[in-house]
């Protein structure tokens, strides 16, 4: 089926309200991990032993907290005065499974938001690629969020996402 669509593509700065909730899946990518603190979550780094090397995924911010003072403790502490990065970032993982067994349980791999109707995104940033469009995506600001005076904020998204908004733009 074909639909009539009219194509806007917004200027960096300008302020989109939306006019319905948007419900989206933050990308879990460390670009994203302030956002997601706000949700009470954070994007754990490939360093930790939760998938692969490359994998990121969101994980409560407790658990965020238990893992950065065991990797601390186990591997930052110590590297500044060894040269031996594998032993001591194999005992660091070690460490972490030992202390937290139960870790994988907490993670998820999805992050589903919903930006309640009212809310004033800002485009920061646009990136569209001939031939990579698995990284096409817009990066927005939080301008102002419905019931929050101090709400702030910096996520990207993936154009799949963005082009479920439905928003007002001031002329």
Excluded at 87 to 107: F, G, R
Aim: proline share 5%; with cysteine; glycine share 6%.
């Amino acid at each position: 089926m074909r639909t009539k669509l009219y194509m806007y593509i917004p200027e960096i700065g300008e302020q989109l309200t939306l006019e319905e909730d948007w419900n989206f899946v933050l990308f879990k990518e460390y670009r994203n991990n302030d956002f997601a603190k706000k949700f009470g979550y954070g994007v754990v780094p490939y360093y930790y032993p939760l998938g692969s090397k490359y994998e990121y995924n969101f994980l409560p911010l407790e658990n965020c907290k238990q893992i950065e003072e065991i990797y601390t403790r186990e591997f930052s502490n110590k590297y500044k005065s060894s040269k031996d990065y594998d032993t001591l970032m194999s005992n660091a993982i070690k460490k972490i499974k030992e202390e937290l067994p139960n870790l994988k349980d907490e993670m998820i791999s999805e992050l589903n938001l919903c930006l309640p109707k009212g809310t004033v995104i800002i485009p920061d940033r646009i990136y569209i690629r001939k031939g990579k469009s698995d990284y096409s995506s817009i990066t927005f600001r939080i301008g102002s969020f419905p019931g929050k005076k101090r709400f702030t904020g910096r996520f990207w998204v993936p154009l799949k996402d963005v082009n479920n908004i439905c928003c007002s733009v001031d002329v």
